[in-house]
């Protein structure tokens, strides 16, 4: 296969008048014609920021490259990025919302480029807009082509992305995280579109991952990266049936798919009260409407009912949308119930009495706590670690002023993180270790149940890997009740006992966690565990049968 891009000797630096630190060191790779690669790695080893100096697109003056070459067609193309940016390589990037225009409709977002690369008149462009909408997915281009980005999902939103890329007929695709945001079963929409893609104009595709499983039912080869280097690179069957860097030896015992599923979750007997005892519950949020309008309601969850037992670890599953998260912030007392009914330790958080209400709540708030999705915004950014600790300590009054610090040391030592983190910021933290002190907040007030809302989701896997194995140690040591929420399901599949999936605010489909992934009852479950990225090279994506409907989901 001829070299269609190569990168030879690559180095980027930071430069300013204090120091000179190498972000990109001596990188040499090639992307053949017509081949799709993939670019690996954890958040910080370099993916990015490698793409975007290609292009011409160094987020900051302060990055200078200081040797290296990069040849497209043998031609060199540094220095002059901006003859080839968009018109022979597009790029995609990670979170649509950011780089759609809101005040722009997709259409003429897409004309635009059309207009500037190509020169085609208003009409022309319009017909070869609707044209791309439809080749991405699009069931209705002619009404898209009107609608705004926010009309859409985050999977329309990422396909109207590759639209406007596609739109200048670039040779190149780069695709930068694309699916990260997205539910499963949405990105393997994404995946298989980017393949389709590929056969049907020649294109020549890097995507750019931290997920193993992401790229063995995508591409041809695999580039793995590390601080700035490119630690192992080869055909993707051979790499992931021999990885030689203990690097990529970490990221492939890290990926949390199916067929890594570890020691099955032990199963706890139901011979005691439940936790929480959720009947026919309702949350409906008011929409729309107007002094002269009748208010609407979005019916976000319905007649939900469930059990939860003391020292279950219950997986909660589902798209985005589905009613996870509001079924979690509903229990909590953070979203208020329309109808049906709440009991938290035979308490009743729903009760029409004030003060029966009252003291269910208080009940709660000493027996619940909560771990969040972004471990950076759910912590105070002007307190460290140790503050942070002490703040809630001290607010719960149970441990005495002399030894707050010891306890907040405990507290750390709990979760994995050295003592030393307790005077540094947040801001100073990876994302791994900011989500390590989440959880530490949440233990500082000795809950009996957690519920952990999406709070992987932006990890990388081998920190996702590690925060899976501390939930684990944390409710086998301490008896804890673990509500997991995630769309995740081979997480799930390999911390918890039993999982509940949710669809359009209703329970779909409960059981142990064995059962339903080995024998899902409802089509839209059996879906989702077939659209889970396997490091199976040879297994299609979404296990290679065609995505239902939404009636076929519904029944």
Known sequence: MSAHLEIRNLSVAFRDHAEERLLLDDITLELGRGEFLGLVGESGS????????????????????????????????????????????????????????????????????????????????????????????????????????????????????????????????????PTTALDVTIQAQILRLLQDLRAARGLSIILITHDLGVVAQTCDRIAVMRQGRIVEHGEKRA???????????????????????????????????????????????????????????????????????????LGVVGESGSGKSTLARTILGLNPASAGRILFEGHDLTATSAQLRRAGLDRLRTGAAMVFQDPFNALNPRLTVGETLAEVLRHRGETPPAEIENRAGELLDMVGLDRAFAPRLPRSLSGGQCQRAGIARALAVNPRVIIADECVAAL???????????????????????????????????????????????IVEDGPSARVFARPEKPYTAALIAAIPDIDPDRPINGGIPFPSQQEFAT
């Open 46 to 177: 370099g993916k990015s920021l490698l793409c975007r100096t290609v292009i011409g697109l160094l987020p900051s003056r302060r990055l200078h490259v200081t040797q290296g070459s990069v040849r497209l067609d043998e031609t060199e193309i540094l220095g002059r990025e901006d003859c080839i940016r968009g018109r022979r390589i597009g790029m995609i990037f990670q979170n649509p919302t950011s780089h759609l225009d809101p005040v722009m409709t997709i259409g003429k977002q897409i004309c635009e480029g059309l207009a500037l690369h190509k020169g085609l008149g208003p009409a022309a462009a319009r017909t070869e807009a609707t044209q791309l909408l439809r080749q991405v997915g699009f069931p209705d281009p002619e009404r898209s082509f009107s609608a705004y980005a926010h009309e859409f999902s985050g999977g329309m939103r990422q396909r109207a992305m590759i639209a406007i890329a596609l739109s200048c007929d670039p040779e190149i695709l780069i695709a930068d995280e």
């Open 239 to 313: 790499l992931l049936a021999a990885p030689v860097h203990p690097y990529t030896q970490q990221l492939i015992a890290s990926h949390p798919s199916l067929s890594h599923a570890g020691t099955e979750p032990v199963r706890h007997k139901h011979d005691r009260s439940p936790v929480f005892e959720i009947t026919d519950l309702d949350v409906t949020f008011p929409q729309g409407g107007g002094l002269l309008m009748k208010r609407r309601g979005f019916r976000a969850l319905k007649a939900v009912s469930l059990k939860i037992w003391p020292g279950e670890t």
């Open 460 to 506: 990388d896997v081998t920190i996702q890997a590690q925060i899976v194995a501390l939930f684990r140690e944390l409710t086998e040591k301490t008896g804890l009740t673990l509500i997991f929420i995630a769309h995740d399901l081979a997480i799930v599949r390999n911390l918890c006992e039993r999982v509940v999936v949710m669809h359009h605010g209703e």
